[in-house]
């Protein structure tokens, strides 16, 4: 199973206003565990910051002056995406702003979609932790998943927190069959031991069984007479249990 842990940094938070995308930094996983294999690059958005977003991501224009364009990136993209799931944290702010981009490039290229699932995990970690905030440093902090070093948001960091948050909040599915193998084999060893037990007790021949003299239960019946006057002649334990 091919995973890949994305997010983007943009010019603002309205794709439909003309915001780009500035930066994609994606982190690969097979069978749950990071490859090493990241897909990151910045990008000239041609445009100005909204104002905000640029002390959001730390990224200026005049540093992404130099960049290539998403029209330059976007085969590379594609076939790093082709044919993955997509695991994205408020999967349809990042989905609207790629599926512009492509659009902007030419209809061949089609939606991201049509190369890839995709799982949100803001959805995810509101179902699972309803009332709560939900924010990737939100889910750092509930997870134990250090971001100390995150003072910026940054695509390839986000992603490879994310991905750290992904595998601890999904951790219990690839171990539900070993719990149930476990389950079982407890349940194997309780009747091993009570099996046991009862050969022993067999084994030690008859238990011996105590004989009450007159004396002894006159004295119980009276004992328990006793105790029935202090609960207003109710019934008392030991005579319904012998009963």
């Given at each position: 199973m091919r995973q890949?842990?994305?997010?983007?940094?943009?010019t603002g938070l309205e794709w439909r206003k003309g915001n780009r995308v500035v930066e994609i930094g994606c982190v690969e996983l097979i069978e749950r565990r990071p490859t090493g294999n990241h897909f990151h690059h910045y990008l000239n958005p041609d445009r100005e910051f909204e104002q905000g977003a640029q002390e959001v991501t730390g990224l200026t224009t005049e540093f992404l002056a130099d960049k290539p364009r998403f029209e330059n990136v976007v085969d590379e993209f594609l076939d790093y995406i082709d044919g993955a799931e997509l695991i994205i944290h408020n999967a349809s702010f990042d989905i609207g702003f790629l599926d512009n981009e492509l659009s902007l490039v030419g209809a061949s290229r089609g939606r991201i979609s049509d190369r890839a699932t995709v799982t949100d995990t803001l959805e995810m970690a509101r179902h699972r932790y309803p009332g709560q905030r939900n924010s990737l440093d939100a889910l750092c902090r509930r997870l134990g998943v250090d971001n100390a070093?995150?003072?910026?948001?940054?695509a390839l960091l986000d992603a490879q927190l994310l991905a750290d948050v992904y595998l601890a909040m999904t951790s219990g599915q690839s171990e539900i069959g070993f719990d149930a193998l476990t389950a079982e084999a407890d349940a194997n060893q309780a009747d091993a031991a009570a099996e046991a037990l009862a050969a022993q007790?067999?084994?030690s021949g008859p238990r011996p069984r105590v004989i009450v003299s007159g004396d002894e239960r006159t004295a119980h019946e009276a004992r328990l007479d006793a105790i029935g006057k202090?609960?207003?002649d109710k019934p008392v334990l030991w005579r319904v249990l012998a009963s």
């Open positions: 890949i842990v994305l997010d983007t940094e943009t070093h995150r003072q910026l948001h940054g007790v067999a084994a202090k609960l207003d």
